[in-house]
C-alpha cells in the first residue's frame, strides 16, 4: 500500500516525501520516532488529492503543523505524517480581514499584522506554533484566544471535501474544539478579524511580554510549551509546585526548574522520559491534591 501511495503522489508532483523521517526533527520536545512517510503537500490542492488517496488505501496517517504541542512515542509510525507547511503560508490583509493558510507560524503572523498597524494577535506573539494548531487547540495567553478573532475557518472534512466553519461550529471552549473530536478533520485556512492599532505600540507591548516570556518561561530548552491544562480556578504550576516537582527527573526529561508546567528535554531525553513524567506529575498531584491534571501536549502513536 506504501508503494502505491509513493508512486501516485510522486506522480502528481503533490509535495516533499520522504521515508523513515524522525519525527524528532519536527517536534519542539525533539524526541520522536521516524515515520514511515512523512510528506508535504505544496498547495491546498495537493492537501486535498493526498488525503483523499490516503483514505482510498486506507493508509494510516496523522496531520501536523509545527509540532509544538506534540508528543509521539520513539516507535516507528507505520503509516503517513502529513505535514502542513510551506504549501499553506499564505497570508492576504484586505484592511482588518485576514486570510492565513494553516501552516503559518503563529509568531510569524503576528508580527506581519503588526507591521500592518493592526492589533490583536498580540497574545499569541509567543506562541511556537502553526495557524492550524491554535485554531485546533484554541490556543490563547492573556485572557485571549484564538476564538476571540476567528471569523471562520476552511477544512478538509472527512469526506474529503472543503467546507467552511463559523466560529460557533467550531466550537471553542477553553484550549479545545470540536476539530478535537473529528480527528480526521484539516484546518486549511482561517479568517480572522483584527482591530486597527499602531504599529510602535503593538510593537512595544510584544517586546515587554516576550522580556517577561523570556524572565518566567525555560524557552532555551526543547519543550511544548505548558504541559497541562489549568483546572480551574486553580493553576496547574501552583499544584506541581505544592507537589514539590519543581526539578525532578526522569532520564532526560525534567520539570522545569524555572516553570512548573513545563517538561523540559534537558539534551538527551526520549519520548518514553517525557511520557512517564507527564504520568508521574499526574500521580503525584491526584494523590496530594484530589486534582486530576490533564495534558495540552498531544500524545499519539503510544
Given at each position: 500500500?506504501?508503494?502505491s501511495f509513493i508512486e501516485e503522489y510522486t506522480k502528481n508532483n503533490l509535495g516533499l516525501l520522504l521515508e523513515n523521517e524522525p519525527l524528532a526533527k519536527h517536534t519542539t520536545f525533539r524526541v520522536g520516532?521516524?515515520?514511515?512517510?512523512?510528506?508535504?503537500?505544496?498547495?491546498?490542492?495537493?492537501?486535498?488529492?493526498?488525503?483523499?488517496?490516503?483514505?482510498?488505501?486506507?493508509?494510516?496517517?496523522?496531520?501536523?503543523?509545527?509540532?509544538?504541542?506534540?508528543?509521539?512515542?520513539?516507535?516507528?509510525?507505520?503509516?503517513?505524517?502529513?505535514?502542513?507547511?510551506?504549501?499553506?503560508?499564505?497570508?492576504?490583509?484586505?484592511?482588518?480581514?485576514?486570510?492565513?493558510?494553516?501552516?503559518?507560524?503563529?509568531?510569524?503572523?503576528?508580527?506581519?499584522?503588526?507591521?500592518?498597524?493592526?492589533?490583536?494577535?498580540?497574545?499569541?506573539?509567543?506562541?511556537?506554533?502553526?495557524?492550524?494548531?491554535?485554531?485546533?487547540?484554541?490556543?490563547?495567553?492573556?485572557?485571549?484566544?484564538?476564538?476571540?478573532?476567528?471569523?471562520?475557518?476552511?477544512?478538509?472534512?472527512?469526506?474529503?471535501?472543503?467546507?467552511?466553519?463559523?466560529?460557533?461550529?467550531?466550537?471553542?471552549?477553553?484550549?479545545?474544539?470540536?476539530?478535537?473530536?473529528?480527528?480526521?478533520?484539516?484546518?486549511?485556512?482561517?479568517?480572522?478579524?483584527?482591530?486597527?492599532?499602531?504599529?510602535?505600540?503593538?510593537?512595544?507591548?510584544?517586546?515587554?511580554?516576550?522580556?517577561?516570556?523570556?524572565?518566567?518561561?525555560?524557552?532555551?530548552?526543547?519543550?511544548?510549551?505548558?504541559?497541562?491544562?489549568?483546572?480551574?480556578?486553580?493553576?496547574?504550576?501552583?499544584?506541581?509546585?505544592?507537589?514539590?516537582?519543581?526539578?525532578?527527573?526522569?532520564?532526560?526529561?525534567?520539570?522545569?526548574?524555572?516553570?512548573?508546567?513545563?517538561?523540559?528535554?534537558?539534551?538527551?531525553?526520549?519520548?518514553?522520559?517525557?511520557?512517564?513524567?507527564?504520568?508521574?506529575?499526574?500521580?503525584?498531584?491526584?494523590?496530594?491534591?484530589?486534582?486530576?491534571?490533564?495534558?495540552?501536549?498531544?500524545?499519539?502513536?503510544?
Amino acid at each position: 500500500m506504501f508503494k502505491s501511495f509513493i508512486e501516485e503522489y510522486t506522480k502528481n508532483n503533490l509535495g516533499l516525501l520522504l521515508e523513515n523521517e524522525p519525527l524528532a526533527k519536527h517536534t519542539t520536545f525533539r524526541v520522536g520516532g521516524p515515520a514511515r512517510i512523512f510528506v508535504t503537500p505544496n498547495s491546498k490542492e495537493s492537501l486535498v488529492q493526498t488525503l483523499t488517496l490516503i483514505r482510498e488505501l486506507n493508509l494510516k496517517y496523522k496531520v501536523i503543523g509545527r509540532g509544538s504541542n506534540l508528543l509521539p512515542s520513539d516507535q516507528l509510525f507505520k503509516g503517513i505524517i502529513v505535514k502542513c507547511d510551506k504549501g499553506l503560508d499564505h497570508i492576504e490583509i484586505n484592511e482588518n480581514i485576514v486570510t492565513v493558510g494553516a501552516g503559518v507560524s503563529t509568531i510569524l503572523l503576528a508580527n506581519r499584522v503588526a507591521k500592518n498597524n493592526l492589533s490583536g494577535l498580540e497574545f499569541i506573539s509567543g506562541v511556537p506554533g502553526s495557524v492550524g494548531g491554535a485554531i485546533y487547540m484554541n490556543a490563547g495567553a492573556y485572557n485571549k484566544e484564538i476564538k476571540d478573532i476567528l471569523i471562520k475557518a476552511l477544512v478538509i472534512d472527512g469526506e474529503g471535501q472543503l467546507i467552511w466553519l463559523s466560529n460557533e461550529e467550531l466550537e471553542f471552549a477553553y484550549r479545545t474544539s470540536i476539530l478535537q473530536d473529528k480527528k480526521n478533520w484539516t484546518v486549511v485556512e482561517a479568517v480572522l478579524e483584527l482591530e486597527p492599532g499602531n504599529y510602535e505600540e503593538i510593537a512595544e507591548l510584544m517586546k515587554v511580554r516576550k522580556v517577561r516570556r523570556i524572565e518566567s518561561q525555560p524557552t532555551n530548552m526543547p519543550s511544548a510549551g505548558s504541559t497541562f491544562r489549568n483546572p480551574l480556578p486553580h493553576y496547574s504550576w501552583k499544584l506541581i509546585e505544592d507537589s514539590g516537582l519543581r526539578g525532578v527527573r526522569i532520564g532526560g526529561a525534567e520539570v522545569s526548574k524555572k516553570h512548573c508546567n513545563f517538561i523540559v528535554n534537558v539534551g538527551d531525553a526520549t519520548a518514553q522520559d517525557i511520557y512517564e513524567l507527564i504520568q508521574h506529575v499526574q500521580s503525584v498531584v491526584l494523590e496530594k491534591h484530589g486534582i486530576e491534571l490533564h495534558p495540552e501536549v498531544e500524545m499519539f502513536n503510544w
